[in-house]
């Protein structure tokens, strides 16, 4: 499971150590910080979903972190977000509506439990590929908080 900061969309190979470059300053004398994930939900919020996914408590360092990395990525070209930052963990694609009333009914049972506490002492920038079978992550460039 990954935490999304920043969703780059195909950049060229050659822009790789750019964009690394630009995590490393958006990183710079950032401490890690914990993380607490609480409750579920789905995307979109209303209809038939096609997410489920695990909330984030959104603590100061990770609205820090996140606009730093937005910055950092904006003065390689990239364009900011338009929506909010939404931080969250995936737990699955819909790909059947089958059993989804039974789905929906037990994640509303969790909206406000706690699953746990985590440390963020990294960036990791990720090339993904949706396969047929699944996302595919390749780890292109590690970044370390202080």
Not at 33 to 59: E, K, N, S, Y
Request: charged share 25%; hydrophobic share 40%.
């Amino acid at each position: 499971m990954h935490l999304t900061l920043k969703f780059l969309g195909e950049i060229e190979t050659s822009r790789v150590d750019a964009v690394g470059a630009g995590l490393e300053r958006a990183a710079l004398n950032r401490a890690a910080f914990p993380l607490r994930v609480v409750g579920t939900g789905t995307f979109p919020p209303r209809g038939r979903p096609r997410i489920i996914w695990a909330g984030i408590d959104t603590p100061p360092e990770l609205i820090e972190l996140h606009e730093s990395i937005e910055t950092q990525m904006e003065a390689l070209g990239n364009e900011r977000d338009s929506r909010a930052f939404s931080p969250h963990l995936t737990l699955g694609r819909v790909k059947s509506p089958h059993g989804m009333n039974r789905t929906l009914r037990e994640l509303a049972g969790l909206n406000d439990f706690i699953f746990g506490e985590m440390i963020v002492r990294r960036i990791i920038l990720f090339r993904s590929r949706r396969l047929p079978t699944g996302a595919e992550y390749t780890h292109l460039k590690e970044v370390e908080l202080s």
